[in-house]
C-alpha cells in the first residue's frame, strides 16, 4: 500500500474536516525578532513577523520552557540573516542544547552554514537543520542581495553533513522572480552530498515586496522538477512544504506532488487528501515540520 505523511504543525491553524491541529502543538521562532539584514526580495522581514521572538539565549529557555508546559512538541528556530547569508546562532548553542534536553524536537534553519557553527548545532543535539539550496549565481545577488555562489551553498550543506548533523535542504522553486533558474543545480548538490530527506517549495508571493505580483512557475516546469527530484534522488524522501500560494495553484501543485510520488505534504487541502484516498494510500497526520521526516 502506498503511504504518504501530512505534516500540519500548529503554528498554523489546520482543520479539513477529517483532522484538526493543536494550537502551539509546534511553533516557529525568530531570534531576531523582524530583524535582518540582507532583506531579500521576495521576503523583505514579512515572514519573521508571523514567529515569536526571543532574542536573548535566556528568552529563548524561556519561552521553549513556557511552551513545552503547554503542550508544544518542537520548534522551529529561524531569524534574519546576517549580511554574509547566516543566521546568527553561535551565542544560543546553550540554549539549544537546554531545549532539546526538554525532549522538544528543535528544527534550526541556519540560513548559510560554516563548519565552526554545524559543529557547534551538533554538540546542542539539534533534530533537523533546515538548509536553503540556490543553484543560480544571480538569484543568490539579485534575490538574496548577497555577494556569494552556488559553490557556497553546497559547501554549507557539506558543513552539515561532515558534522553529522541530520539535514533537510529546502529548495524555493520560481525563487528568481517566478522564474525557473538554479533548481536543477540545487537537486544535483543534494545528490551530490546526501540528505535525510528534502523539502521542496514554491515561491509565494507576498503583498508589499517586490515580488508582490510576480506570476508563479507553470505547472509544467513545477511537475518536470519534482519528477526530476524523485528520479535524482530515490533514496531521500521528498516533501512539498508550507510555503506556496493559496488557492487553485496550490492545490494543482498537491496534486503533482502526489503523482511525482512524494513521501509527504504539509498543510494538504481537503481535496488533495480525498484524492489520495481514493487511490487507496494510507495517510498519517503529524503536527510537526515536515523536515522531520525521514
Not at 508563479?216 to 530515490?234: D, G, M, N, R, Y
Request: proline share 5%; hydrophobic share 40%.
Amino acid at each position: 500500500m502506498n503511504k504518504i505523511a501530512f505534516f500540519v504543525p500548529g503554528a498554523r491553524h489546520y482543520d479539513n474536516g477529517l483532522y484538526q491541529n493543536s494550537a502551539n502543538s509546534f511553533v516557529n521562532i525568530s531570534i531576531t525578532a523582524s530583524e535582518c539584514q540582507c532583506c531579500c526580495e521576495h521576503c523583505k522581514g514579512q515572514l519573521l513577523k508571523s514567529m515569536l521572538a526571543a532574542t536573548e539565549p535566556e528568552l529563548l529557555v524561556d519561552l521553549a520552557t513556557d511552551l513545552h508546559g503547554r503542550g508544544c512538541r518542537g520548534i522551529l528556530i529561524s531569524g534574519g540573516a546576517c549580511q554574509d547569508g547566516s543566521v546568527p546562532l553561535d551565542r544560543f548553542a546553550g540554549a539549544l542544547k537546554h531545549i532539546a534536553a526538554m525532549g522538544l524536537s528543535v528544527v534550526v534553519h541556519p540560513g548559510l552554514l560554516a563548519a565552526d557553527t554545524a559543529n557547534l548545532l551538533a554538540e546542542s543535539n539539534v533534530t533537523r537543520v533546515a538548509l536553503d539550496l540556490i543553484g543560480d549565481s544571480a538569484t543568490i545577488r539579485e534575490v538574496y542581495h548577497l555577494k556569494r555562489t552556488p559553490a557556497d551553498y553546497q559547501n554549507s550543506l557539506r558543513a552539515a553533513r561532515l558534522a553529522s548533523l541530520k539535514v533537510c535542504p529546502h529548495i524555493v522553486i520560481g525563487l528568481h522572480y517566478g522564474k525557473i533558474r538554479g533548481e536543477y543545480e540545487a537537486l544535483k548538490m543534494v545528490a551530490a552530498e546526501g540528505a535525510e530527506s528534502l523539502v521542496l517549495v514554491m515561491l509565494n508571493p507576498l503583498q508589499n515586496t517586490p515580488m508582490g505580483g510576480v506570476t508563479p512557475p507553470p505547472l509544467e516546469s513545477v511537475a518536470e522538477i519534482f519528477k526530476t527530484a524523485k528520479q535524482l534522488l530515490p533514496n531521500i524522501p521528498v516533501a512539498l512544504g508550507c510555503a506556496r500560494p493559496p488557492g487553485n495553484y496550490s492545490h494543482a501543485i498537491e496534486r503533482l506532488a502526489v503523482e511525482a510520488g512524494f513521501n509527504a505534504i504539509a498543510y494538504p487541502a481537503r481535496e488533495t487528501v480525498d484524492y489520495v484516498l481514493s487511490l487507496g494510500y494510507h495517510i498519517t497526520y503529524q503536527e510537526t515540520c515536515c523536515g522531520m521526516f525521514a
